[in-house]
């Protein structure tokens, strides 16, 4: 990557190699570049229009380059090679800038130079020269990662570009990018966009006018394609606030495609914190592609594999490994059907190219035989698979038949022997055979109950048991002629015999195949009974929420009246919540299992609740039923189509959204009679979600001009209701089942049956054009309308929930919000992301779903923090982190952060817990006062405080009077110690550098002179304050003199002294107070002050110390600033700190108190909004730090 590293180090082996470029010839060495340094084998070069000055031609040059996608733009710095006087001349290295080029430079002089003079002739030099450059960077290319050895080197040179361009890491990494135009306001500007994995960015360069965008995919709120007037062709990418227009592209399908994939992958990153992970599995490309990175071969094969998993009903670890074209023999038809054949890990899958007309699924478990047929030519080049249960499929006309037949063996040598097949006796009846084999004693149900509960009853033999068995003997004779099992042949007979109902002796079996669940239940033998085993006994939220449900799932039917039925309802959903815990319960799902449990035993209905919640119904029983609200969007779309009339209606009356939400997530079994609702979901598992959306605008078709007529909302809900409850079947067998819904809504007239029958026919008549690719589309659409509204009602709870304990605005909050939420969202792609999963749990409430560590938070502290102290606001930020990060976990939430920000109270608990092992107390000492909403705990402070100054000037003998004062206050105090813990003592060492610290934090205010003031009052206090409380503890003994002496040129020397201003000398003597006031807090009478140079010779020791420990620098020190004598240099050195002084924080709290500067200063709202803004314009990407600084934080986090 040789533009994401921009330092080198020096020496013959030291330098980073990233700049090399392999030798090209160049034969013209001054079009659009200018020579600036040059030797007899040398030339350095700089393009023209880069840096000051270019005029014209320089624009010129620099809009070409963009335009023509130059590397000279992003590298403006070359060096050539060149011999005697020929006229050609080799590119060996180039640079992003003048430090980066000079570098390369020097180490060209300083280690080749001396050695090329040496050689007699120019083509040995030029050999020796590009030899020595190909071997520095084939020994670079040893070190780098594999998927960047696939990448073309055109493509790496372009995301070293887009990292150079837009300030981006090198964890950022780019997928593809593309010529076009964006249009800013009606002006296109040509340039080029780039598609990251987090990103979309865009750069233009015309004439010198530079436009760069960049969006991240996880705010965008809208992606589609269009073509207006004003917009030819384009696509519009829509956040919050703005919208964007891009347009001229060479491929806006191919472009717009892995626009939406990306957009995809961020909005699973905001649903469940599932960021994008490249796959390692991804065979590599026989050659490698121009400007197609391995991340895009990535992206499409996984498109890929998703259309091919949707196709054909498989499992999610399901990768296509290829497809071709060929014709299938089908028996049934006699005729070859064309189509294509797809070949997978683990299946064999045939699709016609005519909808409808075969569709073929053979597991790789099933299969026997895999030969070469005889090539004829009626059927040239043919393939005949044989399967255990004598099945035998013939597919010809296949381009590379060898390397096909060679495919399929390897993965049939991968695939386990012992896997239960469909050739097993018991899977023609729909059995498990690996049922609950680990838990006999339980009362499992070991087939559907409701074959169970209709064993007593007498058989019935009028019309509708009659029409029962013709149609058992329909499908009998169709699995004569297709075959049984999952490879059989499927066919437009086959969906025929579906619409016409599924006989219930054979509805379990054929949910299963339809559903794709019998390959994941024959894959996965015994998984269901050790699921049961571990949840049995489990206490857990979901688990609590199951059992308040069973008895609500389907009460009215005999099955769910006694233990066996709830009993394995139980299992089944405990089972499912152990498997997945992202998703564990969610209300419905009692609805849906228990249907499913009537027809087939439990392992059978646990395996179409996994295919239901998660490949058929994506994310509908997740915490926030995010599918369901996604679908419910795509229904208004299609009502809007198709109904538009009454679409406009219905959004007036806000039906539409409260009627769809329980229609999907039930599958219209809580709204309908079961006995027809269950040949809805027979459809359902034959064709997927396209038949609840037609049989939804069905039942809004057949009651438009009734709803049309209505006036509000619950008007039209009793319509539609009174409709749904009155769609019978009249074939079913099964004695009717009361609907508790029809009980509740019936009136006085009961209105027409509708025939279900009726009203599928006529959802396929009227509505059978939806397709499931149009379907997928318009989900993405409102998927990302979705996941953002939910995110903005995250946003709002939030902010209403800490608004009433911040100081900020509600607008502030907001915008808050938004930065802390981004801060978390990059440490997941670009930080540690093995704790960043960790950080966001959508099953939390919405104050604690996002999360920031230390390093995030100095950031947005050094950002967006009031109360800043230079080269200690990284310190600062780490004490500030310690006493936010209550659960010591690490992380803080966003009331924490906010707190962070506002709390001055905790600010200067920060500011004197100078070690680590202090945050603890700190903590509770910064609550107690925080949570005093009294005035009384401030009036204290301050009583206590004149006090002290008061009877500082007491002599010794009036000490008993004033310890009793303290003890009088000491047990007003009492009630409110007894429940926190107080901070440790601040010893003079931690108030020297406390003074420190509040100088740098004053230096640059406006009103500075007053606080240096305000300080120097406080610290004059604190001192004498001190030496009070010194004497008290050592009950009146006095110290010895020379340690007083001592003191006091301690203290000064230790203080930052201010600059000499060029004024009168006003300014300085307001900031020497601070040392000024030190000096004289001392009650001893102080020695003669010592001669100008030893004074001056101290302030330069004192300066210097500063410096080193980073306080503000100090070039001279005021005329008026008073120091204390001290006998010379090496007497301060080897003073020592008085380790008997100490004051407490409640003493520094209402020492600054008593400052209306200081309180000011500390109680001030900083402008926000406009470091919010200035945050928002850095785009976040300044994660990259030092070393040093990573050293730093993982020091302070300790």
């Known amino acids: 990557e040789w533009l994401s590293n921009l330092e080198f180090q020096q020496g013959n082996s030291g330098l980073s190699f990233k700049m090399w470029i392999t030798p090209e010839e160049v034969l013209l060495a001054n079009a659009l570049w200018v020579s600036e340094r040059a030797n007899p084998f040398f030339i350095l070069q700089r393009r023209k229009g880069h840096g000051k000055g270019g005029g014209i031609t320089g624009l010129l040059v620099g809009t070409m380059d963009v335009v023509l996608d130059s590397s000279a733009r992003v590298a403006p710095y070359r060096i050539l090679h060149q011999t005697g006087d020929s006229q050609i001349f080799w ?152 919208e964007h227009y891009f347009s001229m592209f060479l491929n806006i399908n191919d472009t717009f495609k892995l626009m939406e994939q990306l957009a995809t992958i961020a909005m699973r990153q905001l649903l469940d914190n599932e960021g994008f992970s490249a796959d390692r599995t991804l065979p590599k490309a026989c050659k490698t592609l121009k400007n197609v990175s391995a991340l895009k071969r990535d992206l499409d094969a996984r498109a890929k594999n ?456 006529s959802s396929y008549d009227k509505f059978g054009s939806l397709r499931a690719d149009v379907i997928e589309q318009m989900r993405f659409k409102q998927r990302l309308k979705v996941i953002q509204s939910l995110e903005d009602t995250a946003k709002r709870s939030v902010v209403r929930a800490i608004m009433t304990d911040s100081a900020f605005s509600i607008e502030e909050l907001e915008e808050l919000y938004v930065l802390f939420k981004a801060k978390h969202i990059m440490s997941c792609y670009w930080g540690a992301s093995c704790t960043a999963a960790e950080r966001h749990d959508p099953s939390l409430p919405y104050l604690e779903q996002y999360r920031i560590d230390l390093e995030q938070f100095c950031q947005l502290f050094g950002a967006l923090g009031t109360w800043l102290c230079g080269t200690h606001t990284v310190t600062l930020a780490a004490r500030h982190f310690r006493l936010l990060d209550s659960n010591k976990d690490g992380l803080i939430n966003f009331k924490e952060f906010v707190t962070g920000l506002s709390d001055a109270n905790m600010l200067l608990v920060s500011l004197t817990a100078l070690c680590p092992e202090e945050a603890e107390s700190a903590l509770e000492a910064a609550q107690f006062f925080t949570d005093d909403d009294s005035p009384q705990g401030t009036h204290t402070l301050l009583c206590i405080a004149i006090c002290i100054q008061c009877n500082i000037v007491m002599s010794v003998s009036e000490v008993k009077d004033y310890k009793y004062y303290l003890r009088m206050w000491a047990k007003e105090k009492e009630p409110k110690i007894e429940t926190i813990k107080d901070l440790p003592r601040m010893n003079q060492e931690q108030f020297i550098e406390l003074c420190k610290t509040l100088y740098n934090m004053f230096s640059e205010d406006p009103l500075e002179q007053e606080l240096y003031h305000a300080i120097a009052t406080v610290a004059s206090l604190l001192l004498r304050i001190g030496e009070v409380g010194k004497k008290f503890t050592n009950n009146g003994a006095k110290k010895s003199t020379d340690t007083t002496y001592t003191q006091a040129p301690t203290l000064s020397a230790e203080l930052p002294q201010p600059e000499k201003e060029e004024s009168n000398g006003e300014s300085s003597s307001g900031q020497s107070l601070v040392c000024k006031a030190l000096a004289e807090a001392q009650l001893e009478t102080p020695p003669q002050q010592t001669s100008d140079e030893e004074v001056k010779d101290d302030t330069s020791v004192s300066s210097y110390s500063m410096v080193s420990t980073g306080s503000l620098q100090c070039e001279d020190i005021a005329d008026d600033t008073v120091l204390i004598g001290c006998a010379g240099d090496q007497q301060r050195r080897g003073s020592t700190l008085d380790g008997d002084w100490s004051i407490t924080f409640e003493q520094v709290l209402a020492s600054m108190l008593t400052e209306p500067p200081l309180v000011d200063y500390f109680e001030k709202k900083g402008d926000i909004q406009a470091r919010m803004a200035t945050c928002k314009m850095q785009r976040g990407v300044e994660r990259q730090v030092s070393s040093s600084s990573d050293h730093e934080l993982a020091q302070l986090s300790t």
């Open 306 to 761: 998703e259309r091919y998993r949707a196709l054909f009903r498989l499992t999610p670890d399901e990768r296509l490994d290829g497809h071709t074209d060929c014709t299938l023999w089908t028996p049934f038809a006699k005729m070859h059907i064309v189509g294509q054949l797809f070949v997978s890990n683990n299946y064999i899958c045939f699709c016609s190219r005519e909808e409808d007309l075969c569709q073929l699924i053979i597991p790789l478990r099933e299969v026997s035989i895999v030969e070469k047929a005889d090539s004829s030519s009626v059927l040239p080049c043919p393939v005949s698979i044989s399967t255990k249960n004598k099945m035998t499929f013939l597919f010809a006309n296949l381009k590379d038949r060898d390397f096909l037949v060679q495919r399929i063996s390897d993965f049939l040598q991968r695939t386990p022997d012992k896997l239960w097949s469909d050739g097993h006796p018991l899977a023609l009846s729909g059995y498990s055979v690996s049922q609950s084999e680990g838990i006999p004693s339980l009362p499992t149900a070991t087939q559907g109950l409701l074959r169970i509960y209709q064993k007593d009853d007498p058989e019935d033999h009028g019309p509708k048991a009659t029409k029962e068995k013709m149609k058992e003997e329909s499908w009998n004779i169709h699995f004569f002629e297709f075959g049984r099992g999952v490879c059989m042949y499927r066919t437009s007979k086959t969906r025929e015999l579906v619409l016409n109902g599924i006989p219930e002796s054979l509805r379990g079996e054929l949910w299963l195949l339809f559903s794709g669940a019998q390959n994941e239940m024959a894959t996965h033998p015994g998984y269901y009974a050790e699921l049961v085993e571990q949840a049995m006994g489990r206490c857990t939220l979901a688990t609590e929420e199951i059992e308040r449900d069973l008895h609500r799932s389907m009460p009215e039917h005999h099955a769910f009246q006694n233990e066996m039925g709830i009993a394995a309802l139980r299992r089944v959903l405990t089972a499912y919540a152990c498997r997945n815990p992202g998703i564990g319960y969610c209300q419905a799902m009692n609805i849906v299992t228990s249907v499913l449990l009537l027809y087939c035993t439990e392992e059978e209905a646990f395996w179409l609740l996994v295919a239901l919640c998660e490949r058929m119904l994506p994310d509908y029983y997740n915490t926030r039923v995010v599918g369901a609200l996604v679908d419910q969007g795509v229904f208004e779309e299609l009502t809007r189509e198709c109904l538009p009339l009454l679409y406009e209606h219905m959004q007036e009356l806000g039906v539409i959204s409260t009627i769809s939400l329980s229609w999907f997530l039930t599958l219209f079994l809580s709204v309908m009679p079961f006995d027809s609702a269950v040949l809805l979901v027979d459809c359902f598992f034959y064709e997927g979600i396209k038949v609840i959306f037609q049989v939804a605008l069905a039942v809004l078709h057949a009651n438009m001009d009734t709803l049309l007529g209505c006036t509000d909302e619950g008007e039209a809900m009793t319509i539609l209701g009174r409709y749904l409850d009155n769609v019978v079947n009249k074939q079913t067998v099964s004695p009717p089942i009361p609907h508790l819904h029809a009980l509740l809504t019936s009136g006085d007239e009961p209105p027409p049956e509708i025939d279900v029958f009726q009203l599928i026919k």
């Open 91 to 242: 590119s060996i290295a180039c640079g992003s800038s003048r430090k980066e080029i000079t570098g390369h430079w020097e180490w060209l002089e300083t280690n080749l130079l001396q050695t090329l003079s040496i050689f007699d002739n120019d083509e040995d030099i030029t050999t020796f020269v590009k030899g020595k450059v190909s071997g520095i960077i084939a020994e670079e290319n040893k070190s780098k990662a594999a998927q960047e050895d696939e990448d073309s080197g055109k493509f790496r040179e372009a995301e070293q570009k887009m990292r150079k361009l837009f300030g981006m890491p090198g964890e950022e990494k780019l997928v593809n990018y593309y010529s076009c135009s964006y249009w800013k306001g009606r002006v296109p500007r040509q340039g080029w966009v780039y598609l990251s994995v987090n990103h979309l960015c865009f750069y233009s360069f015309l004439l010198g006018k530079e436009v760069t965008l960049v969006v991240q995919w996880t705010e965008v709120t809208r992606l589609e394609k269009n073509a207006t007037l004003v917009f030819p062709e384009s696509v519009r990418v829509s956040t919050r606030h703005t």
